[in-house]
């Protein structure tokens, strides 16, 4: 939909919006269930924020022999700069993400991930200074357990308002210290211009609340932001 170009400064853009003028920005829209669960935690940099484009990956609890999971290199090995990783299956208790499989997303320009399941190696990516949202963390792995079983196509995460939220290839996650969000990709340059507008709004009542004025005052001049 966009050029590679256009997609490196909308992603660099969203760095400098929050979550939350988002999350207005997309009510306003209509857009009103795209919140991600209160589970999900920046268990690596804590309070980096995650901005990039969904690359999808599917998996699902089933045994299977000892000794790696192809589908689940392919999956990774077909990520490419500026993508988060977005795993999305039914495993409990297990390891969806882990060092390796960082460092190799970021080799081709990976950003980031986000997990709905569990990581591991934490302290070492964290070392690596690579940005994880993730529901848990786990020292169990998948091998043997949980099996990826495609990629690039549609996945549900849990929400925040509802039960699961839909994440096609190509739409945007953004995260950060209040939580993560899926920006269909229809309307993310609409959602990325009315939050930056809303951002440098906040910063004008911050820099006149500074000065005196009242949050009475900030109200009536400004609305509700």
């Not at 390891?95 to 591991?120: K, N, T």
């Not at 070392?127 to 196509?153: C, F, L, N």
């Not at 994440?167 to 953004?174: A, Q």
Request: proline share 3%; hydrophobic share 40%; glycine share 12%.
């Amino acid at each position: 939909m966009f050029s590679q170009e256009k997609r490196n400064e909308i992603r660099k853009r969203f760095e400098s919006v929050d979550t939350a003028n988002v999350a207005d920005v997309l009510d306003n829209l209509g857009y009103f269930d795209f919140g991600l669960s209160q589970e999900f935690a920046p268990f690596t940099n804590t309070g980096k924020k995650l901005a990039g484009w969904a690359y999808t990956i599917r998996g699902q609890m089933t045994p299977f022999p000892m000794g790696g999971d192809a589908g689940k290199m392919e999956a990774c090995n077909g990520i490419s700069a500026g993508e988060v990783s977005v795993w999305s299956g039914n495993g409990e208790g297990i390891c969806y993400f882990g060092e390796l499989i960082a460092l190799g997303m970021r080799e081709r320009g990976s950003v980031g991930a986000l997990v709905d399941g569990g990581i591991r190696d934490v302290r070492w990516i964290d070392e690596h200074g690579i940005s994880v949202y993730a529901r848990y963390r786990t020292p169990v792995q998948s091998i043997g357990r949980w099996k990826v079983t495609d990629h690039q196509v549609p996945v549900y995460l849990r929400g925040a308002t509802i039960t699961h939220v839909r994440v096609r290839p190509g739409d945007f996650i953004l995260a950060d210290e209040d939580g993560a969000i899926v920006i269909p990709v229809e309307v993310v340059e609409q959602v990325l211009e009315e939050a930056e507008r809303l951002t440098q709004t906040e910063r004008e009542i911050r820099v006149e609340l500074a000065k005196g004025l009242t949050l009475a005052q900030a109200l009536e001049k400004y609305g509700h932001v």
